[in-house]
């Protein structure tokens, strides 16, 4: 699988990721320039969200193309963020003020013993625009919310995001205490990417 894909992502956080994650599959994975197009994400789900990119971004590059939606699921706030997670304090991509923001939000709750209940979701969608083929996968990762920021690694929403994998050794440690073999073991990104991989090589063969 010697061909290059196109990643339809300005987030060098999730570039990054979707890299280490192809490494071992011999893939390519390039991102976008300041040329590319912006995508309006007003999708009602993450999958409906990463189809959108994915096509619009296939159109554009003429080239085969992944593209993710995720988010967090906070269960106290009604599953919100959700698909608003980049920019639920206002500003895409502030993960300060997003944080921030799920704190005060979270602030009126009494906290559950286990903690408030969360999820991270990503749905990938991929479009060959050679021959108009769709895929689509998606993975979920169950945790809670940390009492605080803790860990320099990942984005977003990470530093907040305490991983509840009992059979793991990452039991209690946020996402961004996590290495980054550690984290694609688990994340919600790894899942989707994993399931993706088997039609990706397929693709990648010319296979029909």
């Known amino acids: 699988m010697a ?7 300005k987030n060098g956080g999730k570039l990054r990721e979707l890299r280490h994650l192809c490494e071992a599959f011999g893939v390519e994975v390039l991102g976008l320039g300041d040329d590319a197009p912006d995508v309006v994400e007003d999708g009602a789900t993450f999958e409906e969200n990463a189809l959108k990119k994915a096509r619009a971004i296939a159109t554009w590059s003429n080239k085969l193309t992944i593209a993710d939606d995720s988010g967090l699921e906070v269960d106290a706030l009604g599953k919100r ?4 997670s980049a920019r639920f304090a ?24 286990r903690g408030f209940t969360a999820r991270f979701r990503c749905a990938l969608a991929m479009i060959d625009p050679a021959t108009g083929r769709e895929h689509v996968t998606s993975g979920s990762c169950e945790g809670e919310i940390a009492l605080e920021p803790r860990g ?57």
């Open 152 to 208: 320099s690694n990942g984005f977003g929403y990470d530093p907040i995001f305490v991983v509840k994998e009992a059979t793991t050794a990452l039991e209690d440690r946020t996402m961004a205490e996590l290495s980054a073999d550690e984290k694609a073991a688990v994340s919600h990104r790894g899942q989707a990417m994993r399931a993706m991989i088997p039609t990706l090589a397929s693709w990648l063969r010319g296979a029909t």
């Open 90 to 113: 206002g500003e895409h991509g502030n993960d300060a003020a997003n944080i921030n923001r799920i704190f005060a939000e979270l602030q009126p709750f009494t906290r559950p013993s």
């Open 3 to 9: 061909r290059a894909i196109i990643f339809a992502t």
């Open 81 to 84: 963020p959700g698909v608003h």
